[in-house]
Protein backbone atom coordinates (compact mmCIF):
# COMPACT_ATOMS: atom_id res chain seq x y z
CA UNK A 1 0.00 0.00 0.00
CA UNK A 2 1.27 3.27 -0.74
CA UNK A 3 -0.65 6.34 1.12
CA UNK A 4 -0.18 9.71 -1.10
CA UNK A 5 -0.88 13.38 1.07
CA UNK A 6 -1.04 16.53 -1.08
CA UNK A 7 -0.37 20.03 0.16
CA UNK A 8 0.19 23.72 -1.19
CA UNK A 9 -3.80 24.61 -2.69
CA UNK A 10 -4.64 27.75 -1.89
CA UNK A 11 -6.97 30.26 -3.47
CA UNK A 12 -4.45 32.71 -6.36
CA UNK A 13 -5.19 35.04 -8.97
CA UNK A 14 -4.73 34.93 -12.36
CA UNK A 15 -0.82 34.98 -13.61
CA UNK A 16 0.12 34.19 -9.87
CA UNK A 17 2.42 30.95 -9.12
CA UNK A 18 1.85 27.88 -6.46
CA UNK A 19 3.97 25.02 -5.34
CA UNK A 20 1.55 21.86 -4.60
CA UNK A 21 3.28 19.29 -3.06
CA UNK A 22 2.55 15.01 -2.47
CA UNK A 23 4.30 13.19 0.06
CA UNK A 24 4.35 9.38 -0.21
CA UNK A 25 4.67 6.46 2.62
CA UNK A 26 4.17 2.69 2.78
CA UNK A 27 7.14 1.46 0.31
CA UNK A 28 10.73 1.07 1.09
CA UNK A 29 11.92 2.10 -1.92
CA UNK A 30 10.73 4.61 -4.91
CA UNK A 31 10.67 2.62 -8.23
CA UNK A 32 7.24 3.96 -9.03
CA UNK A 33 5.83 6.91 -11.70
CA UNK A 34 3.96 9.53 -9.88
CA UNK A 35 1.35 11.72 -11.63
CA UNK A 36 -0.82 14.88 -11.44
CA UNK A 37 -4.10 14.66 -12.34
CA UNK A 38 -7.38 17.52 -11.91
CA UNK A 39 -10.98 17.19 -11.34
CA UNK A 40 -13.49 20.30 -12.20
CA UNK A 41 -16.78 18.99 -10.08
CA UNK A 42 -18.86 16.95 -13.24
CA UNK A 43 -16.22 15.81 -15.03
CA UNK A 44 -13.66 13.45 -15.41
CA UNK A 45 -10.19 12.93 -14.42
CA UNK A 46 -7.70 15.30 -16.58
CA UNK A 47 -4.10 14.85 -16.58
CA UNK A 48 -1.86 17.12 -15.82
CA UNK A 49 1.76 15.76 -16.00
CA UNK A 50 4.08 12.46 -14.48
CA UNK A 51 7.21 11.62 -13.93
CA UNK A 52 9.26 8.43 -13.65
CA UNK A 53 11.09 7.22 -11.22
CA UNK A 54 14.10 8.49 -12.01
CA UNK A 55 12.93 11.80 -12.52
CA UNK A 56 14.33 12.06 -15.64
CA UNK A 57 10.94 11.21 -17.79
CA UNK A 58 8.69 13.63 -18.07
CA UNK A 59 5.03 13.92 -19.67
CA UNK A 60 3.13 17.30 -19.57
CA UNK A 61 -0.57 17.63 -20.81
CA UNK A 62 -0.84 20.46 -23.90
CA UNK A 63 -2.81 22.51 -21.64
CA UNK A 64 -0.05 23.23 -19.47
CA UNK A 65 2.78 23.06 -20.78
CA UNK A 66 5.26 25.40 -20.39
CA UNK A 67 3.91 26.42 -17.44
CA UNK A 68 3.92 23.55 -15.03
CA UNK A 69 6.83 21.65 -14.21
CA UNK A 70 6.91 18.18 -12.24
CA UNK A 71 9.46 17.12 -10.22
CA UNK A 72 10.50 14.88 -7.91
CA UNK A 73 12.62 13.90 -4.57
CA UNK A 74 13.02 10.97 -4.14
CA UNK A 75 15.32 11.09 -0.49
CA UNK A 76 12.01 12.71 1.05
CA UNK A 77 9.58 10.66 -1.17
CA UNK A 78 8.12 13.57 -2.79
CA UNK A 79 6.88 14.92 -6.03
CA UNK A 80 6.18 18.84 -6.55
CA UNK A 81 3.76 20.30 -9.23
CA UNK A 82 5.06 23.77 -9.64
CA UNK A 83 2.54 25.82 -11.12
CA UNK A 84 3.25 29.99 -12.74
CA UNK A 85 1.33 31.96 -15.12
CA UNK A 86 -1.86 30.68 -13.81
CA UNK A 87 -5.44 30.83 -15.18
CA UNK A 88 -9.31 30.60 -14.53
CA UNK A 89 -9.15 27.38 -16.27
CA UNK A 90 -6.07 25.95 -13.74
CA UNK A 91 -8.97 25.56 -10.82
CA UNK A 92 -9.76 22.29 -10.02
CA UNK A 93 -8.53 19.72 -7.53
CA UNK A 94 -5.85 18.27 -7.86
CA UNK A 95 -5.14 14.66 -7.19
CA UNK A 96 -1.44 12.88 -6.81
CA UNK A 97 -0.83 9.76 -7.97
CA UNK A 98 1.37 6.60 -8.04
CA UNK A 99 1.82 4.33 -10.89
CA UNK A 100 4.03 0.85 -10.15
CA UNK A 101 5.78 1.01 -13.68
CA UNK A 102 8.70 1.92 -15.25
CA UNK A 103 6.92 3.83 -17.76
CA UNK A 104 5.43 7.54 -17.51
CA UNK A 105 1.84 7.31 -18.12
CA UNK A 106 -1.04 9.63 -18.84
CA UNK A 107 -4.37 7.33 -18.21
CA UNK A 108 -6.00 7.52 -14.80
CA UNK A 109 -6.45 3.61 -14.88
CA UNK A 110 -3.01 2.88 -15.39
CA UNK A 111 -2.66 4.80 -11.79
CA UNK A 112 -2.84 2.66 -8.75
CA UNK A 113 -2.81 5.06 -5.64
CA UNK A 114 -4.46 7.92 -5.23
CA UNK A 115 -4.51 10.94 -2.68
CA UNK A 116 -7.20 12.37 -1.19
CA UNK A 117 -6.61 15.74 -3.45
CA UNK A 118 -5.87 19.80 -3.03
CA UNK A 119 -8.39 22.65 -4.39
CA UNK A 120 -6.26 25.10 -6.23
CA UNK A 121 -8.86 28.06 -7.22
CA UNK A 122 -7.52 30.91 -9.74
CA UNK A 123 -9.69 33.60 -9.62
CA UNK A 124 -9.15 37.29 -11.46
Known amino acids: QVQLVESGGRSVQVGGSLRLSCAASGRADSTYAMGWFRQVQGKGREFVAA????????RDADSVKDRFTISRDNAKNTVYLRMTSLKPEDTAIYFC?????????????????WGQGTQVTVSS
Open 97 to 113: AVALTPFVPILDYEYDY
Open 51 to 58: IDSTGRRT
